[in-house]
Structures are given as structure tokens and as C-alpha cells.
């Protein structure tokens, strides 16, 4: 729900369901990322053009003087400031930038065979030099070394690093088409960490020349992506 006095979105637990047939007239509304079917005597939150002040009003007596809010709202939460991830404590918007970028572009691999510090590898890969220096700035934000190596079979670049510490947590977010944001870690984040983590996802698989596109295979990094985005008032 919408705090009509913060503009905050708040998570409700439902309460009650309220279920029954209905035929008659039904109002349309389709603008501003809100697509909406309601009975004239639907309650809606709308904001007053005037004075901006929010108002609950039926849509039967809904006029020019009121809009519709945008569909999210800003957070204004303050940033996580730090956070651990195994014995590593790291920046909290430098590790959301860093993890929008893995979990836009990213990949993990684990070889037993290997030395021990090179067992646990993240990798990102790509062939303009935008991309590739958007993984090396989320790498440094987080104070890790990597290499940059060519796929000469591909015309493209490789940046890897290793972390078993980062390892264990991104192992966790699924891998390709089931990478998602956990909502417990989206509760914790402030509007910097949001910020952090949505630039992340843009720079890797998002566009924002007219409007905003993201691109994933994953539902739920889609549905993720969405949030964070309602949260910052998109």
C-alpha cells in the first residue's frame, strides 16, 4: 500500500477477502504505469492537482482537479551503510552496484581441482568496452582485484575475480533464468542502496533512452527489478 501521508510503499499482511458478482458499469484507467478496472464507487488514492495533497475519492466523483500519484513511491529509508557478506564488510552501495551488475551480467563457477583462492570464481563477460568497464568499476567499488582476459572465439572480454565469501551468497540467487533480488534484503535497502542496485541492473541490461527497459530471462529478477524501481517512484 501507499502511506498517503509519507508516500511510502508499506507491505500489508491481507486481512480479509470480500468476493461477489457485479455486472454493471466499469471505469477504465490505463495511464501514468497504473492499469486499473473499478466500480464507480471503487475508493481511489488520487492526488489533488491544486494542493498535492493525497485524497481517497470515488471514482464516480473523480474530476480534473485530481491525478493519479505514480505508481511507486520514494524511499526514504537511510542506507544499510555497511553489510557483511561471510567475513567480508563492505560499503553497502558499492555492494548493491556490484550486485546489480552480477545479477545482470554475472556468472559464478566453482572448480574443486583448482588452487584454493581460484576455486571460487565470479566472471563477467562482454564485447563493448562500456560493459566491460562498467564490471571493473563494480569490482574496484568493492575492493577486489580481478583480470581482464580476451575470448579471442568471441571478439569479446572476459573479468574474473575471486571471493568464496561472495561465492556462497551469490550462489544463492539462482543461476541465468532464475536470478532473483531475496525480498528480506530488498526490505533492508535505503534509497542509496536501491539507487546502487537498480544503476547496476540499467548498466548491464537495461536502457533508458525514452523509457526505462529491462532485459532478463529470469521472472522473478523481472519482478524484482519492478520493485526496486516502484520503491524509487518509477
Given at each position: ?47 489533488s492537482r491544486k494542493t498535492g495533497k493525497n485524497l481517497l475519492i470515488k471514482s464516480e466523483e ?98 574474473r575475480t575471486y571471493s568464496k565469501d561472495l561465492w556462497e551468497f551469490l550462489i544463492t540467487l539462482g543461476k541465468s533464468g532464475d536470478k ?55
Amino acid at each position: 500500500t501507499r502511506n498517503m501521508e509519507t508516500n511510502e510503499i508499506q507491505y500489508q499482511s491481507p486481512v480479509e477477502l470480500f468476493e461477489s458478482d457485479y455486472d454493471g458499469e466499469m471505469h477504465h484507467y490505463n495511464r501514468q504505469g497504473v492499469d486499473l478496472l473499478v466500480t464507480p464507487n471503487h475508493n481511489m488514492l488520487v492526488s489533488s492537482r491544486k494542493t498535492g495533497k493525497n485524497l481517497l475519492i470515488k471514482s464516480e466523483e473523480l474530476g480534473s482537479g485530481y491525478q493519479l500519484p505514480r505508481l511507486g513511491a520514494i524511499c526514504t529509508k537511510p542506507d544499510m551503510g555497511k553489510i557483511q557478506v561471510g567475513e567480508l564488510v563492505l560499503d553497502s552501495k558499492s555492494f548493491f552496484y556490484f550486485l546489480g551488475v552480477y545479477l545482470g551480467d554475472g556468472a559464478i563457477y566453482h572448480d574443486p581441482s583448482e588452487a584454493k583462492y581460484r576455486a571460487y570464481e565470479i566472471s563477467f563477460q562482454g564485447s563493448k568496452s562500456r560493459k566491460i568497464e562498467t564490471f571493473i568499476k563494480a569490482l574496484e567499488g568493492i575492493g577486489l582485484t580481478y583480470r581482464v582476459n580476451e575470448v579471442s572465439t568471441r571478439g569479446s572480454k572476459s573479468v574474473r575475480t575471486y571471493s568464496k565469501d561472495l561465492w556462497e551468497f551469490l550462489i544463492t540467487l539462482g543461476k541465468s533464468g532464475d536470478k532473483y533480488i531475496p525480498i528480506d534484503l530488498l526490505n533492508k535497502m535505503g534509497k542509496g542502496d536501491l539507487e546502487a542496485i537498480y544503476s547496476g541492473l540499467i548498466d548491464t541490461d537495461g536502457c533508458t533512452s525514452q523509457s526505462v527497459h529491462f532485459y532478463t530471462s529470469s521472472e522473478k529478477l523481472a519482478n524484482g527489478f519492478s520493485d526496486v524501481a516502484a520503491r524509487l517512484g518509477y
